[in-house]
């Protein structure tokens, strides 16, 4: 399990570059605003969209959307559409300017803290989260907008993604959850027995620089079959 305090240390690091940040990634030139997770520092979403499974004419939704990736470049290579959110404005400010400077037509980026502002309607083939996995004590209280990116006290985020995002799925969809190997495996899984969910590792991988293994799981109700 991470240290809190080094992972702090860490976040408040990511954030003394000279921003914006310009980078090249996955053929498309894109920019990274101060307060947004910064893409040199934090590898993970070059990883997920890396090992993302095949998305062609799939409904994707991504929570926790950030500076736009991996779910931009998913709408770029043949997603039939992309509901990309977060609950910082920074952040989806951020990703319209990226979604306009690649001229990516089949995205919509809303600000909602998890489904708040999801319609009940809604269903999606995929609903992918890289969700924090850096277990805080439940009384826990942020120091800044970063924080929410990483740290998640008690699991309660973790929690209302696997217990509200089965509802938003079609028949055949499944919950993608990106989740770091520094979290609480045993408080993981105890979420998903809660929540009557079957789970499969799909993926895991890491970069030299990074410190945790990235995995990300496919999750349904249980007995459910694609």
């Known amino acids: 399990m991470a240290n809190l305090n080094q992972v702090r240390k ?10 914006p940040l310009h980078i090249q990634a996955f053929g498309m030139e894109l920019t990274v605003h101060e307060g947004v997770f910064s893409a040199r520092d934090f590898h993970s979403w070059r990883w997920y969209t890396e090992n993302f499974p095949s998305v062609t004419g799939k409904r994707i939704l991504e929570i926790g959307c950030g500076f736009g990736l991996p779910g931009l470049y998913l709408a770029k290579l043949g997603a039939a559409s992309l509901v990309a959110c977060d609950i910082d404005a920074k952040a989806v400010a ?8 690649n001229g990516i037509q089949n995205v919509e980026v809303i600000e909602s803290d998890v489904f708040s502002n999801i319609s009940p309607q809604s269903r999606f083939d995929f609903i992918f989260w890289n969700c924090p996995s850096i277990f805080a004590p439940d ?18 985020l973790l929690n209302r993604f696997l217990a509200e995002g089965p509802e938003y799925l079609t028949e055949s969809g499944s ?24 789970s499969d590792l799909l993926g895991t991988g890491t970069y030299p620089s990074a410190s945790a293994n990235y995995r990300m799981f496919s999750m349904r109700k249980r007995g459910l079959t694609p």
Do not use: M
């Not at 919950?175 to 079957?198: E, H, P, T």
């Open 10 to 19: 860490r976040l408040k690091l990511s954030q003394q570059h000279d921003f």
């Open 94 to 101: 951020n990703t319209l300017e990226n979604v306009e400077r």
């Open 139 to 156: 009384d826990y209280e942020y120091r800044d907008k970063i924080e929410q990116g990483a740290i998640n006290p008690g699991y309660k």
């Open 175 to 198: 919950i993608l959850l990106g989740f770091a190997s520094d979290g609480r495996d045993d408080l993981l899984s105890d979420i998903i027995a809660a929540n009557d969910l079957d």
